[in-house]
């Protein structure tokens, strides 16, 4: 089945440690997205790619990474200087970016400080 | 001003009314609009999109554009408690979505 896997589901980071994220997809989109969503909050973008090698900033990209080498993949690296980083992160992609495409969600990944 | 504005809620229908749910934006370029349904501790999931003015129906959800008045709705028809969850709205803006915080609905047997 076609679809946006992220891993781990949970995640827990010790103080001064950087922690990854995946999010892998076989939509053979080209555009993927990284979302942070706190409690009772919407979502708020971090980074997002539209092609290979590419991408750009969000809203609150400070304290957080991301590559894209492959197309299926973009993990995201929450930093050590990321002070506040207990949220569920959200990866989507959609067929290319662009205001009229609909993004498409994997399942999340929970991370909490230790 | 919140680029994408939704009342908060919660919302609370009994089963097999009707549950209107509305959402205001800021930009009046914005193009496209989507619904997303996130069940509590679950990740958004796509019910609807529309981008031209009018209704759009699928199913029991309508989804309703007015770009003069900048806001969309999404009504749903025979309300079922599974329908209970948060309801985001999300406008796209220069190739990207801007989602509001979100309306939680609570579907009373």
């Known amino acids: 089945d076609g679809g946006i896997t992220q891993s781990p589901k949970y995640l827990f980071r010790k103080e001064g440690q950087n922690v990854t994220l995946s999010c892998e997809q076989n939509?053979?989109?080209?555009?993927m997205y990284w979302y942070r969503q706190d409690p009772g909050q919407g979502l708020r973008l971090i980074y997002y790619?539209?092609?290979?090698?590419?991408?750009q900033k969000g809203d609150i990209a400070e304290g957080y990474s991301v590559s894209r080498e492959k197309k299926e993949s973009f993990p995201l690296t929450v930093t050590s200087a990321q002070k506040n980083p207990t949220a569920f992160y959200l990866c989507?992609?959609?067929?290319?970016?662009?205001?009229?495409?609909?993004?498409?969600f994997g399942d999340g990944t929970r991370l909490s400080i230790l | 001003q919140k680029e994408v504005e939704q009342n908060s809620g919660p919302l609370s229908v009994p089963e097999g009314a009707i549950a209107s749910l509305n959402c205001t934006y800021s930009d009046r370029v914005s193009q496209s609009f989507f619904w997303y349904r996130q069940y509590s501790g679950k990740s958004p999931e796509l019910i609807m999109s529309?981008?031209?003015?009018g209704d759009k129906e699928d199913g029991r959800f309508t989804a309703q554009l007015n770009k003069a008045s900048q806001y969309v709705s999404l009504l749903i028809r025979d309300s079922q408690p599974s329908d209970s969850a948060t309801y985001l709205c999300?406008?796209?803006?220069?190739?990207?979505?801007?989602f509001g915080q979100g309306t939680t609905l609570q579907v009373k047997p």
């Open positions: 989507a992609s959609s067929i290319r970016t662009g205001y009229n495409q609909p993004q498409h």
């Open positions: 999300a406008v796209g803006i220069t190739g990207k979505l801007i």
């Open positions: 939509l053979n989109h080209d555009a």
């Open positions: 790619s539209q092609i290979v090698n590419d991408f």
């Open positions: 529309i981008y031209s003015n």
